[in-house]
């Protein structure tokens, strides 16, 4: 099992531009989840999903779209990139109480 | 609203000594208590959950406690090794929303020889 793997590991975004960030785990997991880690901060909920087609906000949605197609992608999309997106973004999926995390996506928007 | 504190001081011990990281909450009732490891540059990696209605879970050399009461759970690690050495994070999951988590910005640990 590779278990949650994200795509891409690092990125430099200009202020305006799009990208999408890409989770995928392996392990037939019904919830995903998108984080944001910023320094001196804890980890804060973006949007999660409980199954294949649902999505919801979390803490901090402002700015960001999510899609759950399949079951095993969970997509973080940023539609116009700011300054103030710029940080350390981390995927996980949860099984019986236990969160899986990847090993995140280093995203610096200038 | 929901917030979690945790030692943002580094905490500096000695190999074989037993490691004691806190974390604190407040206007909270969780459904349950995570504590992670978080090496740099990686995710977080899972340790141990802890559930309203239990008092201490163990695990090889770690211990934790959870006193709703006190609104406070610690974390110890037993004969502590430089190999502990890391940012450990603790999470609060609550039950009205599919049990999401909040998470305290994490304590970091340094275990010297």
Redesign the interface.
């Known amino acids: 099992n590779a278990g ?1 793997t994200q795509t891409p590991k690092f990125r430099v975004l200009k202020t305006g531009q799009s990208m999408t960030l890409l989770c995928a785990q392996d392990m037939n997991h019904e ?1 995903m ?1 998108w ?1 944001r880690q910023d320094p ?6 973006i949007h ?1 999903s ?1 199954g294949e087609g649902t999505t ?1 906000k ?2 901090v949605p402002d700015g960001y779209n999510v899609s759950r197609l399949k079951k095993q992608n969970f997509l973080l999309g940023l539609e116009s990139a700011a300054p103030s997106q710029t940080s350390v973004y ?1 995927c ?1 999926s949860r099984i019986a ?8 996506t280093r995203l610096t928007v200038l | 609203s929901q917030k979690i504190e945790q030692n943002s001081e580094a905490l500096n011990i000695q190999e074989g000594k037993t490691a004691t990281l806190t974390c604190n909450y407040t206007n909270y009732s969780p459904a349950y208590l995570q504590w992670y490891r978080q090496d740099p540059g990686r995710g977080p990696v899972f340790l141990l959950l802890i559930r309203e209605n239990e008092k201490e879970k163990r695990k090889e050399r770690l211990k934790v406690t959870f006193d709703t009461t006190l609104k406070q759970s610690l974390f110890h690690i037993t004969a502590s090794q430089p190999a502990d050495s890391a940012t450990y994070l603790c999470a609060l999951a609550f039950s009205g929303g599919y049990n999401k988590l909040i998470f305290g910005a994490g304590t970091r640990l340094a275990v010297h020889p």
Do not use: H, I, K, Q
Not at chain 1, 40 to 45: A, I
Not at chain 1, 97 to 104: L, R, S, V
């Open positions: 949650v919830y989840y984080y001196g901060m804890g980890l804060r909920l999660y409980v919801a979390g803490e981390f996980a109480g236990e969160d899986f995390f990847g090993p995140g």
